[in-house]
């Protein structure tokens, strides 16, 4: 290093001196440990970092604006098209859906189940049905859940999980019952989020179906 150079790095340290210093009695006039904090806030963040935190905002702040309705007979068309699209995209529409989706007043409705509909600025974007059993062990089939592919990110599926859970628990069921197929990765991680466990054994009507689930409601 030239003299010069040895000169420049004197100052600098001397100046970081300053700086330290400076700090350090800045620190003490304050009421809080602001080193402490900004380390509290590097641990938080390698926890989650602040691109995940946004999103999550971002997802409250969409999800404000979502209202879960009760199914109406204008609602049929989405219910239908939504779980279409959803079925056909990775599987075959199966006679069982056809029946639901078709007439969801007679098979779902009158059967005494239920149809909630997620809608955003009078656009439908998400539905979830409660199906009747006649089970000895379940009370209803949560089924026919689909979000819009336009609106997934949102929360709008556990918004409406949620909300399909409380009125299952307001037409007294104890047990609920669910079936899927584990291709649906993200269908699966939030009927766990919900609290729903694996179980085997039930019978199912569809050939698509290799994971069957239950929640405990009592």
């Not at 989706?101 to 997620?118: C, E, F, R, S, T």
């Not at 909300?163 to 699966?188: F, M, V």
């Not at 085997?200 to 929640?215: D, F, K, S, V």
Request: net charge neutral.
């Amino acid at each position: 290093m030239t003299q010069k150079g040895i000169d420049i790095s004197i100052k600098i340290q001397e100046q970081y001196t300053d700086i330290e210093s400076a700090m350090k009695k800045t620190l003490r006039q304050t009421k809080h440990n602001l080193w402490l904090a900004i380390q509290e806030f590097e641990y938080l963040l390698d926890e989650k970092s602040l691109f995940a935190r946004v999103l999550e905002e971002k997802k409250v702040r969409e999800s404000s604006t979502i209202e879960i309705l009760e199914y109406l007979p204008e609602h049929h068309s989405a219910f239908q098209e939504l779980n279409e699209e959803w079925i056909t995209t990775y599987f075959k529409l199966e006679d069982a859906d056809r029946k639901a989706l078709d007439n969801p007043k007679d098979y779902i409705l009158d059967k005494g189940g239920a149809i909630l509909v997620a809608v955003q600025d009078n656009t439908v974007l998400g539905v979830c049905a409660l199906l009747r059993m006649n089970d000895e062990k379940y009370d209803f089939e949560l089924a026919k859940m689909a979000v819009s592919p336009k609106a997934q990110g949102k929360g709008i599926g556990y918004l409406l999980g949620t909300s399909i859970i409380e009125k299952a628990r307001a037409l007294k069921a104890s047990n609920l019952y669910l079936e899927s197929n584990t291709i649906l990765k993200p269908a699966i991680s939030l009927y766990e989020k919900l609290g729903f466990k694996k179980i085997a054994g039930h019978y199912t009507p569809y050939e698509r179906c290799n994971i069957q689930m239950e929640l405990k409601l009592k």
